[in-house]
C-alpha cells in the first residue's frame, strides 16, 4: 500500500471499522447494538471495495453489503419483536423479562431464530458464507482484521452475549449446532482443494466461525468465546504472514507457485508455522487448549454423532493448516522467487508479536492460585475447567495423523496429491467449485431476481406509463381536440348548444316523468 494515493482514506475507514466494533462490544441495548452492526457492515463495505477501480473488489464489496444485509433486516425484524413485547431495549431487562416467561414462547422462538439470522450473515454461516472468501479483494491488513476480531467475531459475540435467551428456546440452539456443525465440515473441506493462499485462510476462517457456532449451540459460551479469541489471535498472523509472502515473491498468491522460502524469510517461516500449528491444536500453543474445551463442550451436551463428525472436522483443521504452512515454505525455490528476500521489520515485527501471543495464550484457561480462577470459570461462574485425559491424547492423534500425512503428501511425496484428487475426481471438482451454491446464487440472480426485474420494468413502462399516464393525458387531448369545435367565439353558436342543451333535459325529464 505504500503510495497508495487512498492512504488517509485506509486509516480513516480503519478508525470507523474499529470503532463500531469496540461500540457494538459495549453496548448494553440492542438498538444501540443494532447502530453499531450497521457501522461494521459499512466499514467492512467500504474496506473491501478499498480498490474500487478493480470491478473485482468493487463486486466484493457488494456481495458483502448485500449479503450481510439479509441477516441485518433479520436481525432488526428480531429485536422490534423483542421491543413489542419486553417494552425495552435493554439487554439486561429482556433476559430478566424472557426468564420470569411473560414473552410469549412463540415469539420468542422467532425472535430468536431471527438474531441468529442476523448472526449467520455476519459469521458468514452456511448458506451466507459466500462473501467471505470474495472479502480477499481488500489490502490484506483489511484481511487480517475481518476475518480475526471485527466483521466475522460480530455475529458469534452477538449469539454469546444472547445465550440466556437462545438457552429458552431449546429448538434454536438445534439450529445453531446443526448450522455451525455444517459449516465446520463444509468450509474445511474447500479450504483442502484451493490453491489462493488467502482464499485457504478465508475458508478456514469459515469453518472455525462453524465450530465457534457449533459449541455455542451446545451451551459452551466459555469454551467458544475462548477460542474467538485464539483464532483471531492466530488468523491476524497467518494473513499477515501471507501478506508478508506477498510483498517478497510480486503479490503470488498461488501456493504451488512458492517453495523453499523457508530459507529466505525465516522469521515469516517461524511465525506462520506458530500460527498454523495453533489453529491445528498442537500442545501446547494456544489452539490446543480451546479446541479440547470446544470438543468437551459438544460432549458434555450427549450429542454423540455430531462429536464423531466433529473430530473428523478437527482432522480437516490440521490437514489443510498443514497444506498451507507446507507447501509455500519447503520444496525448491522456483525460478521466478529468486530474488524473495525477508520482509523489512515493520512487517516482521507485528509477526513476531502475534505469535507470542498465539503460543502463550493458551495457558489463561488455567486456574492461577485463587487470584484468578481460570477462563472458563471467569466468562461463566457455574463452568470450570476441565481435562479428559483420554479426549486430550485422541486429539493430539488426530492433529499428528493429519500433520504427517500433509508432510507425507506435499514433502516427501510419498502420495500424490494429484492422484487422490483424481481418486474421486467429481467430489474434487465439486469442492474445488464451491459446490456450486455461488453459481447457484448467479443463476438464481440472473434467471430469476433480474427476470422479474424485467418483467416489472416492462409492466412499468407499457401498462402504468404508456397506458395509464401517457393514455389519460393523450384522452384528455383528443377530447379537448372534439370539443374545441364547438368554441367558436360567436355567440350565436354558444346561444343554439345552449338551447339544444335545454331542450334535451327537458325531452329527457318529460321521460322520465311518464
Not at 425484524?77 to 431487562?93: A, D, K, P, Q
Not at 512458492?258 to 506462520?272: K, N, Q, Y
Not at 525448491?332 to 513476531?352: D, Y
Request: overall charge neutral; proline content about 3%; charged content about 10%.
Amino acid at each position: 500500500m505504500k503510495g497508495d494515493r487512498h492512504f488517509e482514506w485506509y486509516f480513516a475507514i480503519h478508525a470507523l471499522f474499529a470503532t463500531a466494533m469496540l461500540t457494538l462490544v459495549l453496548a448494553d441495548n440492542l438498538l444501540f447494538l443494532y447502530f453499531a452492526w450497521e457501522l461494521v457492515g459499512l466499514g467492512s463495505y467500504l474496506l473491501i471495495g478499498f480498490w474500487w477501480e478493480k470491478r473485482s473488489a468493487a463486486e466484493a464489496a457488494k456481495k458483502a453489503f448485500i449479503t450481510t444485509r439479509i441477516g441485518d433486516v433479520c436481525l432488526l425484524i428480531g429485536i422490534i419483536l423483542l421491543f413489542r413485547e419486553t417494552g425495552t431495549f435493554n439487554i439486561s431487562e429482556i433476559f430478566h423479562i424472557a426468564e420470569s416467561g411473560e414473552i410469549n414462547n412463540a415469539i420468542l422462538n422467532s425472535s430468536v431464530l431471527l438474531i441468529f439470522i442476523g448472526a449467520m450473515g455476519k459469521s458468514a454461516q452456511f448458506p451466507f458464507h459466500v462473501w467471505l472468501p470474495d472479502a480477499m479483494e481488500g489490502p490484506t491488513p483489511v484481511s487480517a482484521l475481518i476475518h480475526a476480531a471485527t466483521m466475522v467475531a460480530a455475529g458469534v459475540y452477538l449469539v454469546a452475549r444472547m445465550m440466556p435467551i437462545f438457552e429458552l428456546a431449546p429448538e434454536i440452539m438445534l439450529i445453531v449446532m446443526i448450522i455451525g456443525l455444517i459449516t465446520f465440515i463444509f468450509a474445511g473441506s474447500m479450504a483442502l482443494v484451493m490453491n489462493d493462499i488467502k482464499k485457504i485462510l478465508a475458508y478456514s476462517t469459515i469453518s472455525h466461525l462453524g465450530l465457534m457456532m457449533l459449541c455455542l449451540g451446545t451451551g459452551g459460551v466459555a469454551a467458544a468465546i475462548f477460542h474467538l479469541i485464539v483464532h483471531g489471535i492466530a488468523k491476524a498472523l497467518l494473513f499477515l504472514g501471507a501478506g508478508s509472502l506477498m510483498h517478497s515473491i510480486s503479490n503470488e498468491t498461488n501456493i504451488w507457485k512458492m517453495g523453499g522460502l523457508r530459507h529466505r524469510m525465516p522469521i515469516t517461516a517461524v511465525t506462520f508455522f506458530i500460527g498454523a500449528a495453533s489453529l491445528a491444536g498442537l500442545p501446547p500453543l494456544a489452539g490446543f487448549f480451546s479446541k479440547d474445551e470446544l470438543l468437551l463442550s459438544v460432549l458434555h451436551d450427549g450429542q454423540y454423532v455430531v462429536f464423531a463428525i466433529t473430530l473428523l472436522g478437527v482432522f480437516l483443521s490440521a490437514l489443510y493448516m498443514a497444506r498451507v504452512a507446507i507447501v509455500p515454505f519447503f520444496g525448491s525455490v522456483p525460478k521466478n522467487l529468486a530474488q524473495s528476500h525477508e520482509s523489512g521489520s515493520i512487517i516482521w515485527v507485528p509477526l513476531v508479536i502475534l505469535a507470542t501471543l498465539s503460543a502463550g495464550v493458551g495457558f489463561l484457561i488455567l486456574p492461577l492460585g485463587s487470584t484468578y480462577p481460570g477462563w472458563a470459570e471467569f466468562i461463566n461462574p457455574k463452568h470450570h475447567f476441565e481435562i479428559k485425559p483420554w479426549l486430550m491424547i485422541l486429539s493430539i492423534i488426530l492433529t499428528l495423523i493429519a500433520l504427517i500425512l500433509g508432510w507425507s503428501i506435499y514433502v516427501k511425496k510419498l502420495v500424490s496429491a494429484k492422484q487422490i484428487s483424481q481418486f474421486i475426481p467429481y467430489l474434487h471438482k465439486t469442492i474445488l467449485n464451491k459446490y456450486y451454491i455461488d453459481d447457484f446464487y448467479q443463476w438464481v440472480i440472473d434467471k430469476c431476481i433480474l427476470t422479474f426485474g424485467r418483467l416489472v420494468a416492462l409492466f412499468d413502462r407499457v401498462v402504468i406509463n404508456d397506458t395509464v399516464v401517457d393514455g389519460s393525458a393523450i384522452s384528455i387531448y383528443l377530447s379537448a381536440l372534439k370539443t374545441r369545435v364547438f368554441q367558436t367565439g360567436y355567440l350565436f353558436t354558444y346561444g343554439a348548444a345552449m338551447a339544444i342543451g335545454a331542450s334535451g333535459l327537458t325531452i329527457l325529464w318529460w321521460v322520465l316523468l311518464d
